[in-house]
C-alpha cells in the first residue's frame, strides 16, 4: 500500500458545515478521481481531474467541490448543500500510461450527525 | 454512454466449488474492462484486466464482445476470495472508469 493517501479516516460533520477531505498522491500521477462508495450503489463518480488547475464534474457532482492546485493533491469539499454527504468517499489517480488503471486510496467515512 | 450491470449483490459458494460473477456492459467504442476487489479493511485494488489477459489469484477473464460480458471465473474457490468484486468499464480519452455495484461473494468453509 501508499502511494495515495485520505485523511482523516474518520470524519464527522454537524448538518449545516462544509467539511473538506484530503487526498494526496506521491506517484507522479496526472489524473486523480473522488468516488462515493454506498451500500448497494457501487462506486459513483463525484469529481475528476486530468490536469492540474482542470477538472469535471461526475456523475453526482451536486453539493461538491474541488480544487487541483499541485498534481499530488485533490481535496473535495462536501458543502451544506449535498442532501445526504453520509458515506464512505474513495480517491484515485492514474496514469496516462496505465490503461485506466486507477490506484485507490484508503477512504475517509463521512458521518453528518 | 457507458454502463456496467453485475447481476448478482450476493453469491455464496463452499470452498472448493467454482465461481463465476458475471459482468455485463454496454459501450459503443472500444471497451477497457477491469475486476477490481476489496478485501474486508483492505483499499480497492485492481484484480484483472482484460488487455493483460493474465490469470491473478486463480481468477480469469475473457472479454466477449458479442455478449457484452466480461465474467469472471476461478475453478476452486477458497475462503480467502471472499470480498466485493467490482467490474469496471473504461475507453475513450477522459480516462474514467464506470463500476458496476459490485458482488459480494462469500466462500464457505
Known amino acids: 500500500d501508499g502511494g495515495i493517501t485520505q485523511s482523516p479516516k474518520y470524519l464527522f460533520r454537524k448538518e449545516g458545515q462544509n467539511v473538506t477531505l484530503s487526498c494526496e498522491q506521491n506517484l507522479n500521477h496526472d489524473a486523480m478521481y473522488w468516488y462515493r462508495q454506498d451500500p448497494g450503489q457501487g462506486l459513483r463518480l463525484i469529481y475528476y481531474s486530468q490536469i492540474v488547475n482542470d477538472f469535471q464534474k461526475g456523475d453526482i457532482a451536486e453539493g461538491y467541490s474541488v480544487s487541483r492546485e499541485k498534481k499530488e493533491s485533490f481535496p473535495l469539499t462536501v458543502t451544506s448543500a449535498q442532501k445526504n454527504p453520509t458515506a464512505f468517499y474513495l480517491c484515485?489517480?492514474?496514469?496516462?500510461?496505465?490503461?485506466?488503471?486507477?490506484?485507490f486510496g484508503p477512504g475517509t467515512r463521512l458521518t453528518v450527525l | 454512454a457507458q454502463r456496467v450491470t453485475q447481476p448478482e449483490k450476493l453469491l455464496s459458494v463452499f470452498k472448493g466449488a467454482p465461481v463465476e460473477l458475471k459482468c455485463n456492459y454496454s459501450y459503443s467504442g472500444s471497451p477497457e474492462l477491469f475486476w477490481y476487489v476489496q478485501y474486508s479493511r483492505q483499499r480497492l485494488q485492481l484484480l484483472l484486466r482484460?488487455?493483460s489477459r493474465e490469470s491473478i489469484k486463480g481468477f480469469t477473464a475473457d472479454l466477449n464482445k458479442g455478449e457484452t460480458s466480461f465474467h469472471l471465473k476461478k475453478p476452486f474457490a477458497q475462503e480467502e476470495d471472499s470480498a466485493m468484486y467490482y467490474c469496471a468499464l473504461g475507453g475513450g480519452s477522459n480516462y474514467k472508469l464506470t463500476f458496476g455495484k459490485g458482488t459480494l461473494l462469500t466462500v464457505n468453509p
Open positions: 484515485a489517480s492514474s496514469s496516462w500510461t496505465g490503461y485506466n488503471e486507477q490506484f
Open positions: 482484460h488487455i
